[in-house]
């Protein structure tokens, strides 16, 4: 077996090739003048199984996909016998299905445009809908960072608090955290107008007076969830408010907006790396590796 390092992984890939002690292929990459991206493997890899490590995060999430694309294509026509793509965070999951008539189903798309290029299984961290995994044209299989998220609070010793989800569907997540926090859980309702984005947010039933509260999402985006949140928390009196989540894009000035709501601490992992990446994902990764998808 071999690990290939994506461009936009490399980190990553790297320590996960030594904690799992599986050799890593280095490759050559560039970009074109005109824009075009480029790569070329650098290393044996004939009769071999590979994981392409390449995360498909902003702002180049494009370009990304289709230097996943080519290592595919690529390590097949070296002779890989399979190739399985760990992609940290998975570009274009939450257009998962038709919410105007119109539009397509983005992710399946490049699912299809992934398997035409080689690749024979995927994994991924925390997809926005676990539904979709279904859909996609080879096995694929979703793990969850949320414990390791968890546990960077326990750490920091917030033991017993509270683990609030920012909407019902994201109840889950705010479940897994429970059972490390050893803390209460619940979750707030949010709904999103479809067409110009706005979202609005109610508490019914939560009492989070002088607690510790950890609001915990699968991606932060604009920061427009974890804002509203951390409002309503504020309001209800919560002493303390951190957010976590597994891919934080902090697009624009999302990180001093929800700073300035009163957020104390903002946590997420390095499928996207960035200065809120405290929480690696190369144990996951490289525990998964030892199993099948
Ligand atoms: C949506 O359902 C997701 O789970 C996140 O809550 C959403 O993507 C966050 O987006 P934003 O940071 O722009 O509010």
Not at 42 to 48: H, L, M, Q, R, V
Request: hydrophobic share 45%.
């Amino acid at each position: 077996m071999r690990i290939i390092s994506g461009p936009a992984s490399k980190a990553l890939a790297e320590a996960v090739s030594v904690q799992s002690d599986i050799p890593n292929v280095q490759i050559i990459s560039k970009i074109f003048p005109d824009g075009e991206v480029y790569v070329r493997l650098d290393g044996d890899i004939k009769g071999e199984k590979v994981s392409i490590i390449q995360t498909t995060c902003p702002p180049m999430q494009d370009n990304n996909l289709l230097q996943l694309a080519f290592l595919a294509d690529a390590a097949k026509r070296a002779g890989a016998i399979k190739v399985t793509a760990i992609v940290p965070y998975l570009a274009y999951a939450r257009q998962d299905k038709m919410f105007l008539a119109g539009e397509g189903i983005s992710v399946e798309t490049i699912m299809r445009m992934l398997k035409s290029a080689g690749i024979d299984e995927l994994l991924t961290v925390n997809i926005h809908s676990e539904h979709s995994l279904t859909q996609f044209p080879f096995p694929a299989k979703s793990i969850s960072a949320i414990p390791l998220i968890a546990d960077y609070f326990v750490k920091k010793g917030h033991k017993g608090a509270y683990a609030l989800a920012p909407d019902k569907g994201a109840m889950y997540i705010a479940q897994q955290a429970q059972t490390v926090l050893s803390g209460k859980a619940g979750h707030l309702t949010k709904t999103r107008d479809r067409y110009t984005g706005q979202i609005i947010q109610t508490a019914e039933g939560l009492n989070v007076e002088g607690q510790t509260v950890i609001i915990l999402d699968d991606i932060i985006s604009t920061g427009g969830t974890i804002v509203g949140a951390a409002k309503i928390l504020r309001e209800q009196g919560a002493s303390h408010v951190f957010c976590g989540c597994v891919h934080g894009l902090l697009i624009g000035d999302a990180k001093q907006r929800i700073l300035e709501a009163g957020v104390e601490e903002i946590v997420s992992t390095d499928s996207v790396p960035g200065v809120t990446s405290k929480v690696l994902l190369t144990p996951l990764i490289s525990q998964a590796l030892k199993g099948a998808v």
